[in-house]
């Protein structure tokens, strides 16, 4: 609790109310205690997620108004109405309802988790974007088969190393090349636990095409179960023409690389970034609008 308190009052969206966040600390605390199921938790521009006990992406948005601001904003300032948006890893929809529901893009979500999977259907659902949002139950990798997945571990589920003695499922799994066909995304979002850059490996046609303006990719050292480093993600991004960078989300500037944050924005064609960014509309959020 000491340190969920510390992050919500440090958060950059609850400086200028802290005790407003404390509230929402509060409200929540109370009612995940007395109501049953789980509750609708207003996010960004009228939308909502689904919460219950234990589900930190969903508490955070709420806690926060953006749970990772940096990424977050970034995606609903470069994101344009009808662009296409990949959630690898989308978990319960995060990513994918700020960017379905509060720019209007067209999503493609995937989830190889069942349950997690439902989650994140049923928050699809409940904010009405189906026509939006195209939900996948596959992993990522850079085969086309099946893979062993941990199952238990809700955000933290990952494929299971060769001879793990881990209880887990089967998963079929595809690459992004044969996932999206020609249809590029403008953004992708990349959280695989360690496993990306197998997922960058299936994704040679996508990163070589223009369209692709940036990409957000988790380098926290996960990869190292699989043989894997974050600078082999960045060789592979950089070898696309991508560079590392950062995200200034109340100046809307692209900046210097932060080796303190658990991902990376890496961006190509800075000029149209950054004009994109500049001329974004505002958003509200449950703290503020950014």
């Known amino acids: ?94 990513y994918t309802i700020l960017a379905a529901g509060g720019v209007g893009a067209r999503v493609t979500s995937v989830e190889p988790i069942p349950q997690t999977m ?35 571990l809700d955000a933290m589920n990952h494929i299971l190393e060769p001879g793990s003695r881990e209880v887990g499922i089967q998963v079929p799994v595809t690459t992004v090349d044969q996932l999206v066909n020609d249809d590029v995304p403008v ?29 957000i990719i988790e380098t926290n050292g996960n990869g190292v179960r699989y043989g894997c480093s974050d600078d082999d993600v960045a060789k592979i991004m950089e070898g696309y023409g991508f560079e590392r960078s950062w995200y200034d989300p109340f100046s809307r500037t692209l900046t210097a690389p932060d080796a303190t944050q658990e991902n990376t924005i890496f961006v190509r064609n800075r000029e149209e970034i950054q004009r994109r960014v500049k001329s974004a509309q505002k958003h509200t959020l449950v703290n503020g609008s950014i």
């Open 1 to 94: 609790m000491i340190r969920l308190l510390r992050f919500i009052l440090q958060h950059p969206l609850n400086r200028s109310n802290r005790l407003g966040a404390l509230t929402r600390l509060f409200c929540w605390q109370i009612a995940a205690r007395l109501l049953r199921g789980p509750i609708a938790l207003p996010f960004v521009d009228g939308t909502f997620l689904f919460a219950s006990k234990g589900m930190s992406a969903a508490t955070g948005n709420w806690y926060c108004g953006l749970y990772e601001v940096v990424e977050m904003a970034f995606a609903l300032h470069l994101l344009r109405k009808d662009d296409h948006f990949l959630d690898i890893g989308a978990n319960i929809g995060s």
């Open 118 to 152: 439902a989650n994140l259907k049923r928050n699809v659902d409940l904010n009405g974007l189906g026509d939006r949002a195209t939900c996948v139950g596959k992993g990522l990798s850079n085969v086309v088969g099946v893979l062993h997945f941990s199952d238990s």
């Open 187 to 215: 953004l992708i979002k990349l959280d695989v636990e360690g496993h990306e850059v197998a997922v960058l490996q299936g994704a040679q046609r996508v990163l070589s095409d223009p369209r692709l303006l940036a990409a």
